[in-house]
């Protein structure tokens, strides 16, 4: 009897755990936005990695590296799942992660590939991948598609400028220079009239405006969602989800970064539509 009642309140206070959430930038405060949305009651704690972006045109090995010193400074946050909202570290690094940490992992590859795959299989069978160089080149977004069915179009392309452009807030949707460089990277994607497009980097749902203006018959797929949908389910089935409390009261939310907090504060307020503060992390000690 005990023993049982020291389980519960163990799994009470880990259920009580924020979860941890990483990108090399402000991108992955698109899922952290995603997270208060669809899970108010979970705190978090988020750590942008600042001093290292851009992840995208990084080697595997970097990235790789950089991926695990990110996570083990949220495990020293005793954080109870990590969330790695951002492509280029999903595509590269999530079977490390998975490996070495002993906390559910969860990337935005799984499910944004279920929700596209849904949307071509009612469709055309045809999918666009938008993602950062390092994502395009590791195929991990087109293999998890292929494993559905082998016969879909898959049509890959990397969009390095696009992370710039976010980080620098030419987002507005009728931003003439987001705009010319959409066109550049879209125009011929267009023209095969993917069904659905999947938003492979975590920075890229604020340049849906503009995104969608060009894929106008295509459903975009944003990463995100898809990945908080993702640990949503997860919590659910490992007893970790955090209490229900009155519309998030008791929500804690903490931002770590390892640069540049004022850059990064600003960006915040873009996605979150509020002020945030951030602390400053010695990444290189994890
Ligand atoms: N948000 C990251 C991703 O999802 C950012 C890319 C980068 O740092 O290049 O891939």
Redesign the pocket.
Known sequence: MRSLSTGLSKMRAAAEQPVGIF???V??LSAAYQLERILPAESYVYFGDTAR?????RTVEAIRKYSLQDAHFLMSKAVKAILV?????SSNALGLLSERLDVPVVG?IEGAVDRAYAIAQAGGGKVAIL??AA?IKSGAFERALREKDKALRILPRACPMF?PLVENGYTAPDDRVAELIAREYLSDIAAERPDAVIL????YPLLSGVIGNILQDSVLVNSSIEAVLRIRDVLHACGLCAPPCAGGADARRMFYVSDDIDGFTENAHRFLGRNIRAELVDIDRY
């Not at 492979?200 to 920075?203: I, K, L, R, S």
Request: net charge negative; hydrophobic share 20%.
């Open positions: 990108d090399s930038g991108g992955g972006l851009p992840y995208g045109t909202a951002c492509g280029t570290a935005v993602g950062t994502t992370v492979g980097c975590t920075h």
